[in-house]
Structures are given as C-alpha cells and as structure tokens.
C-alpha cells in the first residue's frame, strides 16, 4: 500500500498549524498590529500561484482567460507583498528604544 | 529551469523563513530582523517560481510589469498610510489577499494543464475540492473584507445591519456553498464552479454586515484567519509547501487573535459572529443618567490636578486615534515627567479597532514601549495611582462590568482606573461607547470629566501646566 501523497501535504499542514499557534502566542501583544500586516504579507506567497498560471500556456496567445486572471492576482498580491511588507518595517521602526535623555 | 524536487526544497526553506518572521515579533528587539526573514523568504519562493517554470518568454516580461505595477501601489500606500488607518488597510489588504486566491483558483479551473490537476473537464477529485475550498474561503475573505473596509472607514454606518431570519438564511446559504461544490465534483460543470464563488461573495457580505463597531477588532482577526485558510486551499492544490505552511501559519493567529479580543470582551466568538451586538437598542438607564450630577471642569483644572499628583496612568482608546491626539499626548507626558511625576499608559486588549492598535499609536508618538502596559500587568497599580486620565477610552474602563450581571458588559476585563484617586475623562459628550451602555464613572466623585476634542484637550492641558 502506498501513502497518498496527500497525506504529507496534510501532515506538513497539520504540523504548521501547531508551530503557528505556538509561534503566535509568543507574539508580544504590543506588536499584534504588526503581526498582522506581516501575515498579510506572507500569505500573499500565494503570488506563486498567480505566476505560473500567467506564464502558463504557448507564447503566441499570452492573454487567454487563465493567463488574464493570472496576471490579475500578481497585481494584487504584489500590491499586497510591498505594502505588508513596507508598513510593517515602518512600524517596527516605531519600536526601537528610545534614548531616555530626560 | 530546476528539478520539482529542488524547488520544492526551496520552497520548504521560504517556509521556515515565515515562520522565524512570526518567532521575530516575540520582542520588538528582534522583530525588525524578523521582517527581513519574511522579506527573504518572498525573494525565494518568487524567484524559485520563474525557474520552475523556465520558459522565458513575452509573457515573463509582462509578469515583472505588473508585478512592479502592484508593488509600486503597495509601497505607495505603505509609505502614505497614516498610523491611525491601520485597521482600514489591514482590512483591505486582506480582501486582496481573498480575492487573489480567487482568480489564481478560476486560472487552475481553466488551465489545469499548467498546475499538473488534468485537462479542462477532467480535473483531478482532490484538486477539484481543494480549489473550491481555496476559492469559496478567498471569496467570503474578499467580500467581508470590503465590509470591515468600508465600516473601519466611516463609509458605512458601524452599527449591526439585522435583519428576521438572518442566521436561517446564512446557514441555507452556507450549506449551498457545500451542495454546489458536490455537484461541481460530479458534473466538472462550470456554471457550478461560478455559481459557488458567487455565492461566496454574497455570504461574505451577509457575515460581516450584522457585526457592530465595538467587535471590529474580532472581525478583523478573523478575515485574517480566513485569508490564511485560503492561502492553504490554492497550497493544496497547487502542491506548494511554502503556500501549506504559510496559510496555517496565517490561518492559525487569525484564529488566535479572535480569541484573544474575544476573550477581551468576555464574549464567545459566535455570539460576535451572530452579530447585533452595540446597536441603540441596548442603551437601558437614560432616565437615571438626566438625574445623576457629573463634575466636569476644564483644562487648567486637569493640569493643576496633574501637576499635583506624584504618579499618573494614561489610558488610551479609540477616541485618541480619532482625535490623532497621540502626540499632544507624548508632549503632555513629557512636562508632567520633567515636574518628577511618574507616568505609565494601560492599553486594554480591545482598545482601538485592531489589535495592538493602541501600542503602534504610542509606537508612533515616540513614547518607549516600556512604559506601556497591558492589562494584567498594571491593574493592580490603580489604587496606588493619582490620576488616571482616560483619553478616548470608554467601554473598557466601566466598572458596571464588574459589578452589574444585567449589563451586556458583565464579565468583561476592565481597567480599574476607579480606583485612582481621582480620574479624568477626556471625551466630547456623557454619550455612551461603543457597546451602547452608559458607563457610570462620569458620575463618580472622583472623576472629573474634560469635554472637549482628546487633542485640543491635551494641549490646553500642556499649556496650563
């Protein structure tokens, strides 16, 4: 009998679900905006996805529908990469310690 | 063009770096290098996609186009964006994130040559669920996130929009989300595939519009939740680790953090969900209220009241966001620090609209964040306080929480600034917040309230100390 290989997609899931929670409940709770504007960043890695079905296909016709939708989703998730990315360094740039000169 | 194997290690490796990204916002020490780990680890998935697919073509050089285009508005925004908005572009951004996962699941629909799922009308069984799951959750995120968007913004009214027989219909509706995709599976039929992202869309919107102001923040958390488990949908079906363990990551402290502001406001996470929660219904005492004296008193006041004091407690909400007031704040604290008074700032969980709203406003008005505090940490230090001075906050300093089982409030954690001394409450009128009950510290002995704008306040204050 052969493992589906499914199941070690399920398995690496189900494993990064337990290292997120215990990951996530270290997160000081002062940063939790950054928290979030950093895990919209990440999860726009579903940019991957929008770049092959852009490049997909044969190089005479670059605009059939799945290569339009595709090329859809990469402007959205590039939209998404730099502005997560860019607003949570500009907001961990608050954080660093301030020199107490009073 | 590279092995599926070694891709599939890079891909591991992008993976990882996500999760030292997270493990980085453990203190805000090693959060900035945290954030170049999440940097790096996009550099390589991205760059180890176009090798994947090695064919270089027209095309490639449309990709980078449009992948500067998205990028050049992102950093646009990121650089414009006021500290203030936050929850209106978190918001926003995760409905991009939903609607991405969106169309990368209609272009795997259409082209499923391209993901190895099997040929147009004959598309894996797996991959076919997986999609419809990945594309369903995208397109509930997207159409709520608009929602939250649009509420967080002021464009739409904060208060629940209800209506008889809501939650029937929600849950019709989400079980025909679940029908079309087992017809969709059987027939390969595309109008199934269509139908169902529409119907998503609508329950999307029907889910967020029932949810008032006060539990944006839970909303909030949660759409961030969904985007994650979207992110694992198209995972799946595109066979990508890095997408797998991004989108539990991502799915997995939504999740958290709904928890933590549910627990917040001492509510479950389906009472928010079923919504109606902060209309005008609920606001009960308005007789009592006309009859009860309230000391109120002005900014010299206040300053003669500070002035005096050896420590005070600041205790910022939603009305300081609004009122930008952080920096006439930071200046405040400032004199009073120079006169030997010690000065710390209690954030509540649920402070603001996101989580963690309150601490990026003081982040951003240069206060250290080692004098802000978090609830358990400092409610004991009250009694041993002067002044508290309340800035914006309401809901979450009322002491009815603890002391009336009828209030809608009951339960919730609060700060217990009555216990100061004396409190000041800088805020515009005696109306109540959020969660529509009066809060009965206006009319308390030791509290004097401060009418006015938190920041025209605030600086009157500076300039009478």
């Not at chain 1, 290292?19 to 999860?43: F, Q």
């Not at chain 2, 990204?21 to 945290?34: F, I, K």
């Not at chain 2, 958390?221 to 595109?238: D, E, K, P, R, V």
């Amino acid at each position: 009998m052969e493992i589906d290989p499914f199941i070690f997609r399920f398995s690496i899931f189900i494993l990064a679900i337990f290292v997120g929670y215990y990951v996530v409940w270290s997160v000081t709770p002062s940063l939790h905006t950054p928290l979030m504007s950093v895990t919209n960043a990440i999860s726009s890695v579903i940019i991957v996805g929008a770049i092959i079905a852009a490049l997909a296909g044969s190089s005479e016709n670059i605009f059939e529908t799945s290569n339009i939708f595709g090329f859809l989703a990469i402007v959205l998730a590039a939209v998404n990469i730099f502005g997560g990315f860019l607003v949570t360094q500009r907001m961990l740039q608050m954080y660093k310690k301030k020199k107490k000169n009073k | 063009m590279i092995s599926a194997n070694l891709s599939a290690i890079f891909y591991l490796i992008s993976g990882i770096l996500f999760i030292l990204a997270l493990r980085g916002l453990s203190s805000p020490e090693t959060s900035r290098q945290g954030n170049l780990f999440g940097i790096l680890g996009m550099i390589i998935a991205i760059t180890v996609t176009f090798l994947t697919v090695g064919n270089f073509s027209t095309s490639t050089i449309y990709v980078f186009i449009f992948l500067l285009i998205g990028g050049a508005i992102g950093a646009f925004i990121a650089f414009k964006i006021p500290m203030t908005a936050m929850p209106e572009l978190v918001a926003g951004f995760h409905s991009l994130v939903g609607l991405a996962a969106v169309f990368v699941a209609i272009s795997a629909f259409k082209n499923p040559e391209a993901f190895n799922l099997g040929i147009p009308g004959d598309i894996k069984l797996a991959s076919l669920i997986e999609m419809s799951i990945g594309a369903a959750v995208g397109a509930i995120t997207f159409s709520g996130s608009i929602i939250a968007f649009l509420k967080l913004r002021g464009i739409m009214s904060g208060s629940p929009i209800t209506f008889p027989g809501q939650h029937i219909v929600n849950l019709l509706i989400g079980i025909s989300i679940f029908v079309l995709i087992y017809f969709l599976c059987s027939s390969q039929s595309e109008s199934f595939f269509w139908s169902m992202i529409a119907i998503s869309f609508l329950i999307g919107v029907l889910l967020i519009i029932p949810i008032g102001g006060a539990d944006m923040p839970v909303v909030i958390s949660m759409l961030n939740s969904y985007s994650g488990w979207a992110a694992a949908g198209i995972g799946f079906t595109l066979e990508n680790t890095a997408l797998i363990i991004t989108g539990a990551l991502v799915g997995s402290s939504g999740a958290i953090l709904s928890y933590i502001m549910c627990k917040g406001m001492n509510r479950s996470f389906f009472s928010v969900i079923l919504g109606g929660f902060g209309g005008d219904a609920s606001v009960s005492k308005d007789k009592k209220k006309d009859q009860k004296p309230v000391k109120s008193g002005n900014a010299e006041d206040a300053a003669f009241l500070l002035k005096n004091a050896s420590s005070v407690i600041i205790v910022p909400g939603y009305g300081m966001a609004v009122a930008q007031a952080q920096h006439a704040l930071r200046e405040m604290v400032d004199t009073l620090k120079k006169n030997d008074i010690k000065v710390s700032y209690a954030v509540h969980p649920v402070a603001g609209r996101m989580p963690g709203h309150m601490n990026v406003l003081l982040a951003e008005a240069n206060v250290p964040y080692d004098e802000v505090f978090e609830l358990d940490d400092i409610n004991n230090d009250f009694a041993n306080t002067d002044v508290a001075f309340v800035i914006g906050a309401n809901d979450v300093t009322n002491p009815v929480a603890k002391t009336d089982p009828q209030s809608p409030i009951f339960g919730m954690p609060v700060l217990d600034v009555e216990k100061c001394k004396s409190v000041l409450f800088v805020k515009r009128s005696l109306s109540p917040g959020y969660a529509g009950v009066d809060n009965e510290l206006f009319y308390r002995e030791n509290t004097m309230m401060l009418f006015a704008d938190a920041k025209k306040m605030t600086e009157d204050i500076v300039k009478n100390i």
